[in-house]
């Protein structure tokens, strides 16, 4: 059974920093692709970020590039987005997902963890 938990959002001023992580369970973390999505209320999700299993290759969305980092420990089943230099649009439900491919496209991804809250306050 796939398990992807997410932890450390929470509420910071713009400006601030927050660092998320998921820890994955169920499924051979070293081969897959992690990505992070995020969903504003009214909103559609949409891609964040995604790492590929070597840490070779990864995607930004336009709108977080120079702030967000993606990364992962394979040893450890985990990856984190860290996120700097914060904004009130960046308020949302972020969701780590797991695929076999690295794809921006949400449909691409295989499982999904429940999400973490994060509030950034202007």
């Known amino acids: 059974q796939v398990r992807l938990v997410e932890s450390g959002g929470g509420l910071v001023q713009a400006g601030g920093s927050l660092r998320l992580s998921c820890a994955a369970s169920g499924l051979t973390f070293s081969s897959s692709v992690m990505g992070w999505f995020r969903q504003a209320p009214g909103k559609e999700r949409e891609f964040v970020t995604a790492?590929?299993?070597?840490?070779?290759?990864?995607l930004y969305a336009d709108s977080v590039k120079g702030r967000f980092t993606i990364s992962r420990d394979n040893a450890k089943n985990t990856v984190y987005l860290q996120m700097n230099s914060l904004k009130p649009e960046d308020t949302a439900v972020y969701y780590c997902a797991s695929s076999k491919w690295l794809r921006v496209h949400r449909e691409n991804y295989d499982y999904w963890g429940q999400g973490t809250q994060v509030t950034v306050s202007s």
């Open positions: 790492i590929r299993w070597d840490v070779a290759v990864t």
